[in-house]
């Protein structure tokens, strides 16, 4: 079992030591595709899965979701968040075991949405429609100090609803003079690079667990693809994620990594529970 570099309260520490200091922007690597922001003492947590609710569900079938990084933090201690973002419906980024603690620790926190899935993220999480903000690819929602745009994701189409809504987004959240992106579950599809070189992106959070149809499951980039669209888009640093938490859905950074290295994209690897902040971003000319 991989153990988080801070974890329970020695990452609460860190995150509270962060939360006083002004200038730039803090990141942690909360596991599978979550990431803590902090900005100016605000918080906005992306796509959190803090709980081993699917290692349980799927225990006795043919799938299972054995954990191979320990949990780095009881979601119910965050009792500081702003905003939380879940960009598809599929638990690990929609876990009602750790929204729900995340919701009862903070009452006024504003938890958004793909428009496409307001009933069903209301019907998991047992709250009403009106408790969420819903956000279609194109739109954008200013939640001082943050504003998210949403973008389509391909997981690993583009799908569309009945009502011609995305059902799975990523979001490019901008604060201060930053703008980052976090991808959701997302492969490459044609017009994505254009999409996001528009938001002159300092930092994006990208997949690299890949896709193969043993694992019957949809899948994301490969680590090589995630340096593919960091480069056509222009994007300054990639952190990439949803890798080490279940044992059938995984690689290595390894590929991510060679393939960085090659073509001069910076691109950081974080541990569980590791700092990421922005003076360890390259030097950018910001238009």
């Known amino acids: 079992m991989i153990i988080p570099l801070l ?26 595709s979550g990431f803590l922001v902090c900005w100016g003492g605000r918080f906005l947590l992306f796509d959190p899965y803090l709980s081993d609710s699917l290692t349980r569900k799927y225990a006795d079938t043919e799938k299972p979701h054995v954990r191979m990084t320990e949990r780095v933090v009881d979601p119910g201690l965050l009792d500081f968040i702003d905003v939380v973002t879940t960009s598809h419906n599929h638990t690990d980024h929609l876990d009602a075991e750790t929204l729900g ?46 504003t998210l745009h949403a973008v389509p994701a391909a997981h690993e189409q583009l799908d569309l609803d009945d009502e011609g809504r995305h059902p799975c987004l990523g979001f490019v959240a901008s604060f201060g003079p930053w703008a980052i992106y976090h991808s959701g579950d997302t492969v490459l599809y044609e017009g994505i690079a254009d999409l996001l070189s528009a938001f002159q992106l300092d930092l994006a959070m990208l997949p690299i667990n890949g896709r ?17 669209l960091a480069r056509q888009a222009g994007i300054s640093m990639v952190i990439p994620c949803h890798y080490y938490m279940f044992t059938f859905n995984t690689e290595t950074p390894d590929e991510f990594l060679r393939e960085a290295a090659a073509s001069g994209q910076a691109g950081q690897v974080l541990q569980c529970g590791e700092r990421f902040s922005s003076h360890q971003l390259p030097p950018r000319s910001r238009q």
């Not at 974890?7 to 690597?29: N, S």
């Not at 193969?212 to 593919?228: K, M, T």
């Open 7 to 32: 974890k329970d309260e020695a990452l609460l520490e860190d995150i509270r030591q962060a939360g006083q200091e002004t200038g730039h922007f803090h990141l942690w690597w909360l596991g599978q």
């Open 101 to 146: 603690p995340l919701c009862a620790a903070n009452p006024e926190l504003a938890l958004v949405v793909p428009s496409a899935n307001l009933s069903f993220v209301a019907e998991r999480l047992g709250v009403r429609e009106d408790r969420l903000h819903g956000l279609e690819a194109g739109e954008q929602l200013s939640l001082e100090p943050f």
């Open 212 to 228: 193969s149809a043993a694992r019957d499951v949809p899948g994301n980039l490969w680590g090589r693809e995630a340096v593919q």
